[in-house]
């Protein structure tokens, strides 16, 4: 079984201001369950893509010692399983069964060990779908299963883990720490995890890394973590456990901005449904869409924002969201009309990026508005600064990490001021400030008399900040 260390690495990226990684040292002993902790953009999935032996040379260059079993990570591929951040980037064949086996074959295992391992895999992580079922029509979560259950098939030494319950709803998060539990002590596999939500994992965790901008701010086991240092570490942004946060104040709006009618939403040429829905959506409320995975939420949010077709029933605008738009129905609105009516942030954030800067990105639905340089400049600053990414303000959006992606989106959607908001998981990857932060700009979005529909499975976002919950597939 294989050891990792590193001594003093560090990782400088050639398209980033600033460094990834710095001074990174530790040494994980076979059989450990580490918790990689950290505050958004410290490098923390850098890291893991540098044990799994993928950071491509192109991309920076490293400093220090980065070791498997006395060997670098890309001289020993195989031993360590990678699940990604945005399970989008790890779906690779079209049917669920081969993309299991995808791994398997590539390590040249007997065809009928295969298949046995796949439907293990599939049990293991319940993404209860038939060996033929399409990857393009699995929801986010399911395919956040998927991932993990092509490494798991793979029987790799290590399991590295990047924020894999981020999409899962709170029964598949469970679920998958079952999974993993099992495996890890049935195989005696090495676990390196990279988590916001750690209440879950606390008690799973052998050890907790904490990683800072100058390298370990911490490392020992969860129940030895000093009272005085658990405060410095909530400080700079790492989430601890049982983290209390106080509901906020419920609001009722009055005006109507959206109303549906018997709506059921899926994608184009699927057949698959969500439940019967009908919703009155006001201005100055926050509503929180929760439900299982695959249930229907992204797709309702889509159809909500006006960006795909209702499969069955109706989305209505209001007279005032209207305004002059020629359709009470937002799927029939010009792209410039959507921009200061309704503004969706998608589930996975790049695939909305059209910018090569961060400030551009920010700029780009301002400028289509036909603002000034100087109400652009204005607006795209505020927004730099509310996000915390006024040092990556000239960085490629790509190159960001998957929490500055994911504010960087929402903030797409902000800077031209639309009435509705919709929003597919806001609180991804995001530390403990930075979420502080966002639930703290979508209040007072509210306040002013925005409207906001939230598809999550953050029960302390939903705590905070909603008004109303629609449980999809569930009471209201």
Known sequence: MATLSAQEWG???AARPAPALNNVSFEIALGERVLLLGASGVGKSTLLRALAGVLGEDEGTARGELLLDGRSPEASRGK??????????QVILERVGDDVAFGCENLGVHREEIWHRVNEALALVGLNVPLTHSTSALSG????????????AMKPEIIALDEPTANLDPAGAQALKQALTSVADSTGATIVMVEHRVDIWWDFATRIIVLG???????GAPGTLPEETAHVLESAGVWLPHRTVAAGPQHSGSTVLLSTQSLRAGYPGSSELSPEVNLTIRAGEVLAITGLNGVGKTALALTLGGLIPAKRGQVSASTELQESAKSSGPLHWRSRELLTRIGSVFQAPEQQFIAATVREELAAGPRALG??????DAQVDELLERLHLQELADAHPFTLSGGQQRRLSVGTALATKPRLLILDEP??????????EMVSLLSELRAEGHGIVAITHDEAFVKAIADNVLVLGGEK
Do not use: C, H
């Open 371 to 376: 603002l000034s340089k100087e109400e652009i």
């Open 11 to 13: 990782w400088q990226f």
């Open 80 to 89: 360590v399983g990678l699940v990604l951040q945005d399970p989008e980037n």
């Open 141 to 152: 979560g399911q395919k956040q299963r998927l991932a993990l259950a092509g490494v798991l």
């Open 213 to 219: 901008a100058d390298g370990v701010l911490w490392d």
């Open 427 to 436: 609180t991804f990857g995001q530390d403990a400030v930075t979420w502080t």
